[in-house]
């Protein structure tokens, strides 16, 4: 079956500019995860969503990043005012349920690189 | 939720079996041990989890030590499409969802 899906695979952007990373999560999974990694780390946990709400949103690194899934399913990244230290590869999870042991899915991430 | 410790980089021959240890010693009576895999340019994949028994699917096996302060992850036979990060979680039941990756060990399989 499908996988999770991200678009787009690759985006540049210049400083101070806006930018929107999509993820569409496997058919009837109620739990969807970012995470941002960048070059040689480990991904790093952004945000948490159980259906439309964002159950944890305490990794976003400030007020520049926000995220929604207004309809739980497909989650949408927003990040504003971009800056050089936001490149990096977003990846996007998920899982049936937020069950204790429930695999993570993730996509294939987006690439971001802000100039 | 407990921290892990892994080599950096780790060399295999294409074959033999690939055995990545995990060390976990503060690791508390009601967490998992998690093993994901990165291979590059994609994200991660799971492998496989276990609580205090060994564990074994259709991709590894895993070994908890009977403290389970340590975890060993066996390859039984490695292929070079087994090249990638593996990385070694350990994940309470209540906050699950926030896998901590570390920066895990390379696994080079050589031909």
């Known amino acids: 079956g499908a996988g999770v899906s991200q678009t787009p695979s690759n985006k540049v952007t210049e400083k101070g500019k806006y930018v929107e990373l999509r993820c569409d999560p496997i058919?009837?999974?109620?739990?969807l995860y970012w995470y941002r990694q960048s070059l040689g780390q480990g991904p790093e946990f952004l945000i948490y969503?159980?259906?439309?709400?964002?159950?944890?949103d305490s990794g976003l690194p400030n007020d520049r990043f926000f995220a929604v899934r207004p309809e739980g399913s497909v989650s949408t990244l927003k990040i504003q005012r971009t800056e050089r230290g936001d490149s990096a590869v977003y990846l996007c999870?998920?899982?049936?349920?937020?069950?204790?042991?429930?695999?993570?899915?993730f996509g294939p991430g987006t690439r971001l690189t802000v100039l | 939720d407990a921290k892990t410790t892994q080599p950096p980089s780790m060399d295999c021959a294409e074959g033999r079996a690939a055995n990545l240890p995990c060390n976990h010693s503060?690791?508390?009576?009601?967490?998992?041990v998690y093993w994901y895999r990165q291979i590059h340019s994609q994200g991660p994949q799971y492998i496989i989890h276990?609580?205090?028994n060994n564990e074994t699917n259709e991709m590894a096996s895993l070994i908890i030590t009977e403290d389970r302060k340590s975890s060993t992850l066996i390859l039984p036979h490695a292929t070079l499409r087994d090249t990638a990060v593996y990385y070694c979680?350990?994940?309470?039941?209540?906050?699950?969802?926030?896998?901590?990756f570390g920066k895990g060990t390379l696994l080079t399989v050589n031909p």
């Open positions: 999870a998920s899982s049936p349920s937020r069950s204790s042991t429930d695999t993570q899915y």
């Open positions: 058919s009837g999974h109620t739990a």
């Open positions: 969503f159980q259906g439309t709400g964002a159950a944890d």
């Open positions: 503060t690791i508390s009576g009601n967490e998992y």
């Open positions: 276990g609580l205090k």
């Open positions: 979680i350990v994940s309470s039941g209540g906050s699950n969802y926030k896998l901590t």
